[in-house]
C-alpha cells in the first residue's frame, strides 16, 4: 500500500450548514464513516446499561451472548444477531477513524507552516479529561482516556518515516495477537473464569442505588472498570497507524483509486471476519477475547468498504436522508457519544426511569426499542444543531478552551 499525502482543507469560518451540506474542505465519507461507529457502539453498550448489574456485569459474564444453541428462540437469534453485527466492530471503526483525523490534523498543521505536535498534547489532554469526566459521571467503559494516551504516541510518530511507523504498527499486531491468544488459552484451560455474573449487592446498586453511590463505586473499582484500554492497547495503537496509513493511501477519497480501494476492504473484511465472527461469536464464550479483539477489526475494515461502497454508489447525486442523518451524527461525534450515554444511564438505572429493572421479564426487544429510540434523538437533536452551529457543545467547548 503506498502512502499519498491527501491535504484536508479547513473549513471556513462561519455558523451552521444546511444538514445535507459537508462544511468545505470535509471528506463526506468520513463524517458518515463517524457517524455509522458512534450509534454502532451503541448498539454494544446499550446491553451493558439493560443488563443486570450494568456496567460491572461486563466483568463477571453478566452480559454474555444468550444460549443460542440450546436455545434457538427468536428472541434469543434476534439478540446474538444484533450484538455480534456489533461487538467491538464500531468501536474499532471508531478507533480506526481516531487515527484518520491524526493525519488530517498532521498535514493541516505542516501546510500552515506550524510545528508538530505543537499544540496536540493539549488536545490530547483535553480528550483525557473529557474522558475521565465521563468515566467518573456517566460510563465506566469509556474510551477517550485510551484514545489520549494513544494519540500521544501516533501524534510523535507522524513526525518520522513512513517504515518507522509500519515497524510499529506491525509490532504492536504481533504484541496484541500474543496477548489476545494467551488470555483465550488461559479461558480455555480455567472454564468458568468469567465468573457467575454481578453479585446482588451490585445488581442492587443500578437498580435501586442513588447516583452518588454509582460515582464511588466507579471510582473504588477504577483500575479493573480501566481495565480494557490497558489490555488492548497494541490493538488502539495498530488501529491509529493504520487510520494514517489508508488516508494516505486515498482510501477515503472520491476518486477511482478509493473506490478500488474500499471494495478492496469490503470484500477481504467482510469474507474473513464474518467467518471468524461465527467461529469465536456464539460457539463458544471461552473464545470472547478473539471474537472482539481480533475478528471485529477485522470485520470493521468490512463496514468502512461497505459503507464506502455504498456512498460510491450515490456519487454525482445528492445525498440520501439517511446519509445526512449519518454525517450529521459524524460532525458532533464527540458530542453524541457522551449524550447517548447519558440517555441511557437514565433510561435504565434505578436514578433514573429503571427500565432494566422494570422491563426485565420482557425478553431482547426492549432493548433494540432502546437503541432505535436513543439514535432517532441523537439524529434530530444533531441535525438540529447544526443548522444554527458548526459545532457540536462538546466540540465548540473544547475548541474555546484550546485556543486559550
Known sequence: MTETTRPAVPPAAGGGTAPGEAPRGRLPLLDVLRGVAILGTLMTNVWIFAAPGAEWSVLTGGAALPPVFTDPSAAHLAETAFRLAADGKFLALLTLLFGVGLAIQFDAARRRGEPWPGRYPRRALFLFAEGLAHFVLVFAWDVLMGYAVVSLLVAWLLTRT??????????????????????????????????????????????????????????????????????????????????????????????????????????????????????????????????????????????????????????????????????AVGRTALSCYVAQNVLCALACYGVGLGLATRLADHGPWWVMGLWAAVCALLVAGARLWLRYFRHGPLESAQRRVLRR
Open 162 to 327: 513512513a517504515a518507522a511507523r509500519h515497524r510499529v504498527g506491525r509490532w504492536a499486531g504481533i504484541a496484541h495477537l500474543t496477548l489476545i491468544s494467551l488470555l483465550t488459552l488461559a479461558l480455555l484451560t480455567a472454564p468458568g473464569a468469567t465468573g457467575g455474573g454481578p453479585s446482588e449487592r451490585v445488581i442492587a446498586l443500578y437498580a435501586d442505588g442513588g447516583y452518588p453511590e454509582q460515582i464511588a463505586f466507579r471510582l473504588e473499582n477504577a483500575l479493573a472498570l480501566r481495565l480494557e484500554p490497558v489490555l488492548s492497547f497494541g490493538l488502539l495503537l495498530f488501529l491509529f497507524l493504520l487510520g494514517v496509513r489508508l488516508y494516505r493511501a486515498g482510501a477515503f477519497a472520491p476518486d477511482a483509486a478509493g473506490r478500488l480501494l474500499r471494495r478492496r476492504l469490503m470484500r477481504w473484511g467482510l469474507g474473513t471476519g464474518i467467518p471468524l465472527t461465527l467461529l469465536t461469536g456464539p460457539a463458544c464464550e471461552d473464545l470472547f477475547f478473539l471474537g472482539r479483539y481480533v475478528a471485529a477489526p477485522v470485520v470493521a475494515l468490512g463496514y468502512l468498504g461497505l459503507i464506502g461502497v455504498l456512498l460510491d454508489r450515490r456519487t454525482g447525486r445528492a445525498p440520501g436522508a439517511l446519509a445526512v442523518s449519518l454525517s
